[in-house]
């Protein structure tokens, strides 16, 4: 076995463990979402994250401190709205679903490459980002596509966010670390977490019990429960997002972007086991098909 493949497959492990990671905590959002708020959890999970980073900083050397803090600011601001749509759609959806929209962002990348940086897209990938629409509309399902359900095309609306955010990183924070990208990211969604506690301090919102006030729901006074698993999703989160991160830096980014289509079956998995969820045949379908798309995009990076 050739050097490269060793490192692919060190590659695919990686983003193996990443998939697991947070197919398992995301499918835990609900939980959360039961007792307190979307904008509490950010606050919090913020918090957990950026100082077990800060920790970490010292002995693994790690460079926090930004290049450029405008790009990185903007970079952050762009991915943590998309994460805060993504977040608030899992208490009203199964995680694989939600997964599905979010990864929609290869399609986005490469209309708005087309259309905002004029590059030039060829035959194999207009049909990739056909193939993924489709897989869009079957994800959604009827409800969806008849305006019934407005929590369905959320997650489309993040993966077009998430891709804003991709391309920023590349054109905007090039010459950043993984590292500041990550502390950036996690301190833009605790600053929007802490915003959105003071908003409905000031202006509170009738909230409907259990997850269905995820949004609505301003500062409680958490149980264990809360605390639990939200350190879980901050630990979690910084484990799953390491190993992604060290999958690019041993293995071409084209090959484990493919890999990482590898969290839509994970997710489902994780909601079959947890939740007994059962995705319809139709979702089944879509999320192959945008997983295809995405593939397909990966595989023709450079070659138009």
């Known amino acids: 076995m050739s050097p490269t493949q060793d490192r692919t497959l060190a590659a695919a492990g990686m983003i193996l463990i990443y998939a ?11 939980v959360i979402a ?17 100082g077990l980073l800060a920790l970490l900083a010292w002995p693994l050397g790690l460079r926090l401190r930004p290049r450029r803090f405008g790009a990185v ?42 259309f905002a940086y004029g590059m030039r897209i060829g035959p194999v990938r207009i049909a990739a980002v056909a193939m993924g629409f489709v897989g869009v509309i079957l994800v959604l399902g009827p409800s969806a596509l008849n305006g019934a359900s407005v929590a369905a095309v959320l997650p489309v609306a993040a993966g077009a966010l998430y891709a804003m955010g991709n391309i ?9 670390s993984a590292e500041t990208l990550l502390a950036g ?17 000031l202006l509170p919102l ?16 958490p149980s264990g429960t809360f605390w639990f698993w939200t350190a879980v999703q901050a630990a979690g989160s910084l484990f799953a ?35 007994s969820e059962v995705l319809t045949p139709l979702a089944v379908t879509g999320m192959a098909l945008i997983a295809g798309a995405g593939v397909l995009i990966a595989l023709r990076a450079g070659r138009g």
């Open 20 to 30: 697991l990671v947070i197919g398992f905590t995301d499918n835990y959002v609900r």
């Open 34 to 50: 039961a007792e307190a708020g979307l904008w509490q959890f950010h606050a919090t999970r913020s918090v957990m994250a950026v």
């Open 73 to 114: 600011l903007a970079r952050s601001a762009i991915h943590g709205f998309a994460m805060l749509i993504y977040f608030g759609a899992l208490a009203f959806l199964p995680v694989a679903q939600v997964a599905a929209g979010l990864f929609t962002a290869p399609i986005f990348v490469l209309l708005i490459s087309r």
């Open 168 to 176: 920023a990183t590349r054109q905007w924070c090039a010459g950043e």
């Open 185 to 201: 990211f996690f301190a833009m969604l605790g600053l929007l977490g802490f915003a959105g506690m003071g908003v409905l301090y």
């Open 206 to 221: 009738e909230v409907p019990a259990g997850a269905d006030g995820f949004v609505q729901r301003g500062f409680v006074w």
């Open 241 to 275: 997002v390491g190993a992604m991160i060290k999958a690019y830096q041993v293995a071409e980014a084209s090959r484990v972007s493919v890999f990482e289509y590898m969290i839509l079956p994970a997710s489902a998995l994780w909601g079959w086991l947890l939740w």
